[in-house]
T-cell receptor, first 108, second 114 residues
Framework: EDQVTQSPEALRLQEGESSSLNCSYTVSGLRGLFWYRQDPGKGPEFLFTLYSAGEEKEKERLKATLTKKESFLHITAPKPEDSATYLCAVNSDYKLSFGAGTTVTVRA | GAGVSQSPRYKVTKRGQDVALRCDPISGHVSLYWYRQALGQGPEFLTYFNYEAQQDKSGLPNDRFSAERPEGSISTLTIQRTEQRDSAMYRC????????????FGPGTRLTVT
């Protein structure tokens, strides 16, 4: 069974203070690792897909990286609008198996 | 373009009643998924369709839960004889294809069983 563990559970950052979120996974045949952003009361919003170790994707202040056992989401110089819960999920067949998420709060 | 839509957004029902939750996927998306999300957790898989065929229903909690997608587009998740433990956020997602493709989520239906 696919398993995803995210850490930390919560992260409080000062505006401009860069940090990283971790997603550790075990999966039988990775078909994709996905990062989503979820704002309170809304559905998860797709950010990135990573398919193989060594791959990196960037979008604005976010950068996702992938190794054979984990993925990192780096937030560079965050702004208050980056406050959200970030979910990691793996896909080995068709369904997504999610972690519990990391809730990021960025203070101005 | 239009994203995934779900209706109703909120549903309050009494224990023992049947409820039907609707999902309208992104046009052209072959695969449609139902998830359930508890507070503070990621979505948990319930069932999925390719076109009109239900490919996997292993995540449905029990036989009171059923889903259909008769024409390969709109899907309905039905819960019969609702119980309080069924209260949750139900989310629908769609993707262009199944394996390895990103899934786009709708806003969800918040179900409360009183």
């Amino acid at each position: 069974e696919d398993q995803v563990t995210q850490s930390p559970e919560a992260l409080r950052l000062q505006e401009g203070e860069s940090s990283s979120l971790n997603c550790s996974y075990t999966v039988s045949g990775l078909r994709g690792l996905f990062w989503y952003r979820q704002d309170p009361g809304k559905g998860p919003e797709f950010l990135f897909t990573l398919y193989s170790a060594g791959e990196e994707k960037e979008k604005e202040r976010l950068k996702a990286t992938l190794t054979k056992k984990e993925s990192f989401l780096h937030i560079t110089a965050p702004k208050p609008e980056d406050s959200a819960t970030y979910l990691c999920a793996v896909n080995s067949d068709y369904k997504l198996s999610f972690g519990a998420g990391t809730t990021v709060t960025v203070r101005a | 373009g239009a994203g995934v839509s779900q209706s109703p957004r909120y549903k309050v029902t009494k224990r023992g009643q049947d409820v039907a939750l609707r999902c309208d996927p992104i046009s052209g998306h072959v695969s449609l998924y139902w998830y359930r999300q508890a507070l503070g957790q990621g979505p948990e898989f319930l069932t999925y369709f390719n076109y009109e065929a239900q490919q996997d229903k292993s995540g449905l909690p029990n036989d009171r839960f059923s889903a259909e997608r008769p024409e390969g587009s709109i899907s309905t998740l039905t819960i019969q004889r609702t119980e309080q433990r069924d209260s949750a956020m139900y989310r629908c997602a769609s993707s262009l294809r199944d394996r390895g493709y990103e899934q786009y989520f709708g806003p969800g239906t918040r179900l409360t069983v009183t």
